[in-house]
């Protein structure tokens, strides 16, 4: 049987190398509980602009939950028979990258990631001025790099720093979770408006509202941070000029 000599072959048995770390180096299970309130957010490094070929793009570190975001576009409808001659079209690929967590993924996007998308979609669409790009699309691409929980809130966050970078948006989401169940609220801070809710799980009526309460309250506490970072960008694009 011919041998592939350029393959290096490993050994026919194997452990994972998390096996061999110290007790107190090896990964913990994210948890919130005797470290963060209910009503507390996650420390957050954002930043806008990073990726040049892009209309908008944003990174986003959420304790160790990390996520890239682009936006490409407006620009030409793909398949003709969804081309709308009065508004525009908005499109979103929500992705895990393979080595997000700590169980191998594969690049092939799972059903997972097809809802994540389609949700991501739901939560941007209503705050997107699409009567002003008739006959076009605008496509946006998110990237989870570590997953360390809430990538539907970040993620989408991160995607609206983005389509504000390209001029586009102004949305903020925040996350919130419980025992029983998770629930994702999407904010129009300027409105205080919500665009987007998904909840998982099960709750009782009275724990679903203060949920929901919870998470607009953690979209102002992080809509600051937000406007700092589309502000940084604003001004790197564009230096006032010199006196």
Known sequence: MPVDTKRIRGPEESQSPLLF?????????????????NGDVRPVFARCGLISQAKGSAYLEAGNTKIICSVYGPKETERKDETDMKTGRLVCDFRLAPFSCLKRGAWIQGSEERDMSQTLLESLQPGVCLHRYPRSQIEVNVMVLENDGSILAHAVT??????????????????????????????????????????????????????????????????????????????????????
Do not use: I
């Not at 299970?29 to 309130?37: E, L």
């Not at 983005?162 to 629930?183: I, K, M, P, R, T």
């Not at 987007?196 to 600051?224: I, S």
């Open 158 to 243: 991160c995607a609206s720093m983005a389509l504000a970078d390209g001029e586009e948006f102004g949305s903020w989401q925040e996350g919130y979770g419980e025992n029983q169940g998770c629930v994702t609220v999407a904010l129009l801070p300027n409105l205080n408006q919500v665009s987007g809710l998904n909840a998982d799980g099960e709750m009782r009526e009275d724990t679903l509202a203060d949920a929901v309460r919870t998470c607009m309250d953690g979209c102002h506490k992080l809509y600051p941070a937000v406007q700092q970072a589309l502000t940084r960008a604003v001004k790197k694009k564009a230096p006032p000029p010199e006196k």
């Open 21 to 37: 770390l110290s007790p107190d180096k090896a990964p913990k299970a994210s948890s919130r509980q005797g470290v963060r309130g």
